[in-house]
């Protein structure tokens, strides 16, 4: 490599390094501003609260105890637990402060993944508030039943001022009903008021349920880059994703909403209505709470009604975010709530209109793991499989490369004849294409589809559910779902971690030479030919420090295939050499982009 060019490469390093780390040193960046169009109130912080959480002003709930009880409530903790979760109850306000899955392991703490993240005293899983979204939580300590060992009830009494001042006595009760196999549960809303109540009308709504505060498990926003949250709701058509930044509290739609929830990488939290009419609109909020760690909650309101005693019934779903456990509520017999026709596969995350191509490979994936049940091999043996199929289309693109290299000096003739005249340039460009039988669009088909394979093996591998907890190769790939490492440092190196990866180096190895085994040449010279190098050389370096925390199946993919197409690559470059070389010996050849007619004459003219 030339001095100048290693020199460039050093340079572009450094300066792509030093923005990245000044940048996120002395300009963070910033949330985005909130829609303060309409706020007004401010909800009061709990005692580990950090930042206050603004959101829009809403009409509260006046509530209070119709009368003393001669029972003193003390907050109590009571726990459910099934072969599936173990789910942990507080009687203040009958609400879910835990929810561990016990066939799912945290890779940090040991223990099964907690799902009910960022609980604090104002804001927890399952909780209640009378009126709109905006409207604090019910905190009062609830009287609780133990019905069975899978069941339990919490219910309290209060004098409720509706918005026309009239005053109601209501009692709330919640009850929790679980089923083992089931990730799913089922939770009753009941509020029973005095004969001829007017119902609950808080500005059109009765009560807001909502989601945990934040999706587990726990996770690191800034190192983690493959992670994030998704709000998701489903209309009964066709589902929507939004992907949460911090501070904020929207509300998404109004009308009749089949589900809504709060998606992760592997895992997702869902509300499911019974009745879907009783549907006002839905929240989504990424308050900052606690700290600096945001929420990721969706909340559900339920419309005003009328009349003393209503009983409304939700499903919530709070498990792995995969295909296996989450269509088997299509159907009555896949599970134990007989629920049919509830589409929950549409909260998986998918490519979009490349979703069709992202079952095909995962079926064949699937496939392959049943042969060879290590996902690591099968992620090898795909790729292999892959690059075969699409060696064709790679071998034309080459094939059409050298095509081009010898059209050439007439082209160049050409664009300096009617270099004046574009519409002429033209016409005689796609003559002489037309002459030789070269389409130029040809050689772009094998990039776009290396890039559709490409995209859809990205969402693939970086959401599969089977790679979570997934070993490759003992002490080092013990996960595929996460970077693998092969030496923990005592400190932190910016961009980086504290982890040192060997897979990335390899990843950076492989485009080095395949970058070296595809170069043109020399057919290119000047600045070009110095562009061309910084591109060959400088961005596999800056691909190095964008994925090296990415997910070892994911690099896995994209090593293999580079070293894949390199061999692949050798054998197309042998091919043209021959076809170069027939070319010599027919009196036509290509040297450095530019070819020569060799005359023959006669012997014995002088």
């Excluded at 290693?6 to 780390?21: D, E, H, K």
């Excluded at 203040?92 to 890779?107: A, F, M, N």
């Excluded at 996460?482 to 980086?496: A, E, L, N, Q």
């Amino acid at each position: 490599m030339e001095k100048n060019t290693i020199l460039a490469i050093v340079l572009s390093t450094l300066v792509l390094v030093g923005f990245m780390f000044f940048q996120t040193r002395f300009f963070p960046a910033k949330n985005a501003p909130e829609n303060t169009s309409n706020a007004g109130s401010v909800q009061a912080a709990a005692p580990e609260q950090v930042n206050e959480a603004v959101k829009p002003s809403a009409q509260v709930a006046v509530v209070s105890e119709p009368e003393k009880s001669d029972e003193i409530l003390t907050e109590e903790n009571f726990t459910v637990t099934t072969d599936k979760v173990r789910v942990v109850f507080t009687n203040r306000g009958g609400d879910i402060v835990s929810y561990e899955l016990l066939d799912h392991l945290d890779r940090d703490t040991g223990k099964g993944v907690e799902l009910s993240d960022n609980v604090s005293n104002t804001n927890r899983m399952c909780a209640l508030a009378f009126g709109s979204a905006s409207n604090p939580i019910i905190n009062d300590i609830f009287f609780s039943k133990r019905i069975d060992d899978n069941t339990i009830g919490f219910f309290k009494t209060f004098n409720i001022k509706n918005s026309d001042n009239t005053d109601n006595v209501f009692t709330i009760a919640k009850t929790y009903t679980f089923k083992n196999g089931e990730y799913a549960f089922k939770l009753d809303v009941t509020v029973d008021g005095d004969t001829g109540s007017n119902g609950l009308n808080f500005g059109g709504a009765s009560y807001t349920i909502r989601t945990s505060p934040q999706l587990g498990p726990h996770f690191n926003r800034k190192t983690d880059r493959y992670e994030s949250r998704q709000f998701i709701a489903y209309n009964g058509d066709k589902s929507k994703r939004i992907v949460l930044s911090d501070k904020q509290f929207k509300e998404y739609d109004k009308g009749n909403l089949s589900w809504v929830g709060i998606g992760g990488k592997y895992f997702v939290g869902l509300i499911i209505p019974e009745n879907k009419s009783i549907v006002k609109s839905a929240y989504y909020s990424s308050l900052m709470e606690i700290n600096d760690y945001a929420n990721a909650q969706a909340l559900l309101v339920r419309d005003a009604f009328n009349g003393g005693k209503v009983n409304d019934t939700y499903y919530l779903y709070f498990g792995p975010r995969n295909e296996k456990d989450l269509h088997k509520y299509n159907a009555p017999e896949n599970n134990a709530w007989n629920l049919k026709g509830q589409n929950l596969g549409e909260s998986l995350q998918s490519s979009g209109f490349l979703s069709w191509l992202e079952a095909a490979l995962k079926w064949m994936m699937e496939m392959i793991y049943k042969v060879v049940p290590n996902w690591g091999v099968s992620i090898i043996i795909l790729t292999i499989f892959l690059k075969m199929i699409m060696f064709p289309l790679t071998k034309k693109s080459s094939m059409g490369t050298l095509k081009m290299q010898k059209l050439q000096p007439e082209l160049q003739a050409i664009q300096a004849k009617y270099k004046d005249n574009p519409q002429k340039l033209q016409a005689e460009t796609a003559k002489v294409y037309k002459a030789a039988g070269y389409n130029p669009v040809s050689g772009c088909l094998p990039m776009v589809f290396m890039f559709v394979i490409l995209f859809a093996m990205f969402n693939l591998f970086n959401n599969y559910f089977e790679f979570r907890g997934a070993m490759f190769i003992p002490g080092w790939i013990p996960d595929l779902s996460v970077g693998d490492s092969i030496y923990t440092f005592k400190f932190t190196i910016p961009f980086i971690g504290n982890e040192l990866r060997l897979l990335p180096i390899i990843y950076v190895v492989s485009q080095l030479l395949f970058g070296k085994i595809t170069q043109n040449g020399g057919t290119m010279t000047g600045s070009s030919a110095a562009q061309m190098k910084i591109m060959m050389y400088g961005m596999p370096l800056f691909f190095f420090f964008i994925f090296y925390n990415a997910p070892s199946g994911l690099l896995l993919y994209w090593t293999v295939s580079n070293f894949v197409q390199l061999i692949q690559q050798l054998v197309i470059n042998g091919i043209m050499n021959k076809k170069k070389a027939a070319l010599a010996a027919n009196g036509k050849t290509a040297v450095n982009g530019r070819s020569s007619n060799i005359k023959q004459f006669p012997k014995n003219k002088r």
